[in-house]
């Protein structure tokens, strides 16, 4: 590998303005970490106040070094991290978690995106130990139910429509602000569909939740397109009904010989509730690889309205969840026809602040953040981050199809192109 500071050494020039930016943008100079929110695959997620008079909330997500053994090296960023720049400097939508900057800093990647104050999946916590009930059990109210979903669709529309799919939609990663709007986030495992599509188990280190996982995955298609994420759709607005997991399989491990496993137990619980799909449901089913595996379980009938009936008050809310439950990813529904569909034009209808008839008592409780860890986030020595600096860029390019230009919404690039 080129020495990337000594390519620097023979520019003073460049290397004095690229040192000059990166100590400059240090991300203790303009946030002031307020507390650390989680950690997740690839790194830990920060909240922090920009210093600036605006002092607006931020949630800071510090990618992991590389780390061989003990030592942590300077080889390159990780695909996701760069995957998810890649992907998130692009994107402009209400809908979609936004990215401020990034910031190059010692050995370590900081992603600045605005800040959520809630998620999914801590609605879906509150209303299960919520009193507040209209059927006697703990339940979302349809218009947030609704609005959310809605919400979630336009974002998800506009990601289809500049050909991403997130791939990994969960209840973790769909944000909600503290004013009711639905952020997508977490493109780390996001693609850009004119990208060869690899199974998703195959070529990434981290293997998508199970339960949101589409059916034609499960049954082993070489190849997928954005039905995998209206699957999962399906999914959520079913765990929001029910507050919890529609299809929550046991996932089967890789082998020693890192064969990839048939799911037997995620197939098993979607039958379970949509019955056994023949070619009349998925022409083409006959040839899915996993076609024989299937064909070994017991045969299931469709009981899906009845799963809704308790659940979903309404006839329309059912056929939304019906349609995006499609075994056949062509009949699936798209994100756009979702958002035409009837259940969202009858009352209540959603709204763009998803809690906004709710009583005090009623929202989710604020995001906790705990102390422990804010101090270590901080780059002991800025110094040695300049080495980072030139390969980054050309891994940018790399993902970005040649496109060339500058990095825009990278704090530490621009003196380097
Ligand atoms: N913009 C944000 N505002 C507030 N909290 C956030 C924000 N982004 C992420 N978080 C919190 O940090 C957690 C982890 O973030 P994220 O999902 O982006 O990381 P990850 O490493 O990709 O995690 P995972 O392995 O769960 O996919 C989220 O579940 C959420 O609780």
């Not at 998620?119 to 059927?135: A, E, G, N, P, R």
Request: charged letters at 25%; one cysteine or more; glycine letters at 6%.
């Amino acid at each position: 590998m080129v020495d990337e500071w000594s390519l620097l050494q023979h520019d003073p020039m460049r290397a004095y303005r690229a040192k000059r930016d990166l100590n400059h943008q240090s991300v203790a100079s303009k946030y002031n970490i307020l507390g650390f929110i989680s950690s997740g695959t690839y790194g830990r997620v920060y909240k922090a106040q920009s210093r600036d008079e605006e002092g607006k909330l931020h949630a800071i997500k510090k990618f992991k070094p590389d780390k061989e053994g003990d030592v942590v090296t300077y080889t390159g960023i990780s695909q996701s991290a760069i995957r998810e720049i890649a992907l998130n400097r692009e994107i402009s939508h209400e809908n979609v978690v936004a990215l401020k900057e990034v910031i190059l800093e010692d050995k370590s990647i900081y992603m600045v995106f605005e800040y959520a104050e809630h998620d999914f999946l801590q609605v879906i916590h509150h209303y299960t130990q919520s009193m507040y009930s209209q059927s006697g059990r703990p339940q979302i109210p349809t218009a947030v139910l609704k609005s959310l979903i809605h919400q979630l669709f336009n974002g998800l529309l506009y990601l289809h429509n500049a050909h991403i799919l997130h791939r990994d939609l969960k209840p973790a990663n769909i944000l909600i602000t503290s004013a009711g709007v639905v952020k997508i986030g977490d493109l780390g495992l996001a693609r850009l569909t004119y990208q060869p599509l690899q199974p998703l188990f195959a070529g990434d280190k981290v293997v998508v939740t199970i339960w949101y996982r589409a059916p034609e995955l499960l049954m082993g298609a070489k190849h997928y397109n954005k039905a995998v994420d209206c699957w999962a759709v399906g999914c959520v607005m079913a765990e929001l009904a029910n507050l919890r997991p529609i299809f929550k399989g046991e996932e089967a491990k890789l082998d020693s010989k890192k064969n990839v496993p048939f799911q037997k137990d995620q197939l098993l619980k979607i039958l379970e509730v949509l019955g056994t799909p023949d070619e009349k449901d998925w022409p083409g089913i006959r040839d899915m690889p996993e076609y024989q595996s299937m064909k070994r379980l017991d045969i299931y009938p469709n009981r899906l309205y009845d799963w809704c009936r308790t659940r979903i008050s309404s006839n329309a809310g059912y056929d939304l969840l019906r349609q995006l439950f499609a075994y056949d990813p062509d009949k699936r529904l798209t994100a756009k026809e979702a958002l035409d569909h009837k259940w969202f034009h009858e009352d209540p209808k959603p709204s763009h602040n998803a809690f906004h008839n709710l009583g005090p008592s009623q929202l989710p409780p604020h995001r906790r953040i705990t102390q422990d860890d804010a101090p270590s986030m901080m780059p002991a020595q800025p110094s040695q981050a300049q080495a980072h600096v030139t390969q980054f860029s050309q891994q940018m390019q790399g993902h970005t199809q040649g496109s060339g230009g500058s990095f825009t919404g990278l704090s530490a690039a621009p003196a380097l192109c």
